[in-house]
């Protein structure tokens, strides 16, 4: 059956799974939230990925999203902000089998492709970002910006993100900008750019794919369709961000954005400006931590034990409120100003949960 056949025949599903050639098709389908990832979605992948792992007839897995809009624009929001307000334990489990989820993506025995057209945001990120083969387009719009929701980058972005080259991850996760297609591949989050046109042919190429195919052979169907999009649009900005952003303290890059007074470090002072002040010093320093982690794992276990006390916090609560339930797009962060926030503060978001635990399976 195709996934075209299987998304006529079954429009309800979230997530549409079945076989085109030798290529397990995982699709999301919930287009009208762009595909929003939901706890139901992540367990109908996992039991996917049980499937294709086994199936002698898989070569490999090829994850994409219904619509026109984008891969994945995150987890369901709206029902963590509900179960947070509710003192509910959503937050808690959808995280653990999202985060297990995550962890699984890299190790995959077969090749595992992605293909990140459109919105690719949090949730999505962590489904493709982690990919053995990542593809972005012209249209492709990858973000995380969760510091603007009293959040911070999770499943597995502090992890990605402190591998980017110099200060560039600093810079996407503080700010939340959002990274073209090449920007994605210059910042080590995506590995090929191609054009959206090229797609229903690389679609084939893959799904046609040898029976037994190894990532050598996915990388080569990948290269034949590959373009040169020029200059990443941030490299050009890459000596201000490495000096701005290389310091360890938010004050010393915010008095470093002050000083060199560009328009484009004026407008990343400006979404600084705008984003939670607790967040934005829990993310740097969950940042320069896993610079210093040996693994994605190592990173997931720590973004779970934050992730928990983001989610009993208030700026969580409103971050939320502000940005989707309301959209007034005027949060009231407690504290409000960077220099409020002391070292005692960000240390609770690293303390030891004594009620849940991330625990991968063997």
Not at 88 to 109: H, M, Q, S
Not at 119 to 136: E, K, N, P, T
Request: include cysteine; charged fraction near 25%.
């Amino acid at each position: 059956m195709s996934a075209h056949a299987a998304m006529t025949e079954t429009p309800e599903k979230d997530v549409i799974i079945c076989r085109e050639g030798a290529a397990g098709i995982i699709r999301l389908n919930r287009p009208k939230t762009i595909n929003a990832l939901t706890l139901e979605m992540t367990r109908e992948i996992v039991t996917a990925l049980d499937a294709f792992e086994t199936d002698p007839g898989v070569s490999l897995v090829l994850l994409e999203g219904a619509g026109e809009r984008g891969l994945c624009a995150g987890g369901d929001i709206r029902g963590l902000y509900e179960s947070a307000k509710a003192g509910g334990d959503l937050g808690p489990v959808f995280w653990r089998e999202e985060y297990i989820l995550n962890a699984r993506i890299p190790d995959f025995p077969k090749p595992y492709v992605a293909y990140m057209d459109g919105l690719v945001m949090g949730g999505g990120v962590g489904l493709s970002a982690h990919s053995a083969h990542r593809i972005v387009t012209e249209k492709t719009k990858m973000a995380m910006p969760e510091v603007g929701l009293g959040f911070f980058p999770d499943v597995g972005g502090t992890w990605l993100l402190s591998r980017a080259p110099g200060e560039i991850g600093t810079y996407f996760a503080l700010t939340g900008q959002t990274m073209s297609g090449a920007d994605a591949v210059y910042a080590g989050a995506a590995d090929v750019l191609i054009a959206t046109k090229d797609w229903p042919a690389l679609r084939d190429a893959l799904t046609n794919a040898p029976l037994q195919a190894r990532d050598n052979d996915v990388r080569g169907i990948l290269a034949r369709f590959g373009i040169q999009d020029g200059q990443a649009p941030v490299a050009k900005h890459r000596d201000l961000i490495d000096r701005a952003f290389a310091h360890d303290t938010v004050e010393e890059i915010v008095t470093a954005l002050k000083g060199d007074g560009s328009d484009f470090a004026l407008a990343a002072l400006k979404a600084l400006s705008e984003k939670s002040p607790t967040a934005l010093k829990v993310t740097l320093e969950l940042l320069r931590r896993a610079r210093n982690s040996k693994s994605l794992k190592e990173c997931l276990i720590r973004e779970y034990n934050s992730a928990l006390a983001v989610f009993t916090s208030a700026e969580f609560v409103e971050g939320v409120r502000a940005a989707i339930i309301d959209k007034d797009r005027n949060p009231k962060w407690s504290p409000s100003r960077i220099e409020d926030v002391t070292p005692e503060i960000v240390g609770k978001y690293f303390a030891p949960n004594s009620k849940y635990k991330l625990v991968f399976p063997d």
